[in-house]
């Protein structure tokens, strides 16, 4: 197994980290995976998280927030194109695997540039195995980083049914029926679509697969909480039907964007498995309104302060925090809170969903245990 520092020592030599030399491992943990391996998990004293795997040392994930969205003095802004070719050379020397994906998509946009991959294996797309990588132009420095890999043997596409049966296949079991569907706010346009939107066909057997499309859930009870200051809560939240699949919280990780939305939808529609099981698609559908910062990158971590936004919004409350000079943070570093978000939290604070007292750090990630508290506090208060 790969020893934390051994991991440190990797990190620092990405340059595009911009990790300093007094940088130092926290706290690590090492988690056994579903699949019989190990994810190692540092976070360091400079407000930068990272997984890898234990046993290679491969860099699976980094979260970075040290430079606190400012322009870095040592440094000049970066273009999109020098970007790009730094992110380039950092992929092909700290991923392994990564001459089996595509670009699929990217985005310039508030100072950051964000590229988006999916793994081809055939020439066919797998789109649970992707790469997610944002790179702050301002500061010059990768701001987050994370990749996906099924290590399986994939069935080879030799001897399959043709695009018409398939087709055929689909429209005879449901055909295309007539929706409204929601274009813009308050624009909703009558358009034709696939009856059953879900279903994929067995491209060997031409059967229908209604299911093939959404991920498979299954919860054991967390193995990586015991002791932990979230536990109580956590597991009362566990024996409530709100669960996040497998058997591992990483308590002390930033929560993904996807996954934080499914404890706000939790909020939304009361506590059900449903919730936390829906496809992306239909999660998305469900939280709409209530997450206005959408990043197109459902591995994003979210920042403390806009996950109180999500949270006051599912509350139905967000009409009276649009008007911030009407309240008063008592957090030692009030003054780093966007302006814009001062009264959601404030009203989440008050309530008692949240600390009302210390720092709130609100640009820094928000955790698996610290979102899963706010939940369970606001379920618990009746809110």
Known sequence: MKSADEILSTAKGIEILG????????????????????????????????TADAKTGEILSIYNYHYD??????????????????????????????????????????????????????????YADNIYIRYDLESDELSSYRISYTDISFPSPDNIISADEAYNTILENGGLERQYICAAEND?????????????VD???????????????????YTDIDGHWCQAAVQIL????????????????????????????????????????CDEETLYHRVDEIQPFFE????????????????????????????????KNAFSDADNISADKVGYIALLASAGAINKNGAFRPQDYITYAEACTILYNILNLGL
Request: charged fraction near 25%.
């Open 296 to 327: 197109d990158n459902t591995t994003a971590g979210v920042t403390r302060e806009n996950a109180c936004v999500y949270f006051a919004r599912a509350l139905d409350v967000a009409k009276y925090a649009a008007d911030a000079n009407m309240f």
């Open 188 to 200: 909703y346009r009558l358009c034709v679509t696939l009856a059953n939107y879900y279903s994929a």
């Open 238 to 277: 566990e024996q409530s039907g709100i669960a996040f699949n497998g058997n591992l919280l990483k308590p002390d990780e930033p929560i993904t964007q996807s996954d934080l939305l499914r404890l706000v939808g939790a909020v939304i529609d009361g506590m059900t498995t449903e919730t936390m099981t």
């Open 19 to 50: 990790l300093s030399d007094d940088a130092a491992v926290k706290y690590s943990y090492i988690y056994e995976e579903g699949d019989g391996s190990y994810t190692i998990s540092l976070s360091l004293t400079n407000g930068v998280y990272i």
């Open 203 to 221: 491209a060997f057997t031409g059967k229908i697969e209604k299911e093939s499309v959404q991920s498979e859930y299954s919860h054991d009870s």
């Open 69 to 126: 969205n400012a322009p870095n003095p040592d440094k000049n802004a970066a273009t999109a194109d020098a970007a790009r070719e730094k992110i380039d050379a950092f992929l092909n020397e700290y991923s392994s695997k990564f001459g089996e994906y595509k670009e699929v998509g990217s985005e310039e946009s508030d100072g950051s540039l964000s590229l988006g991959y999916v793994r081809y294996i055939n020439d066919i797309p797998c």
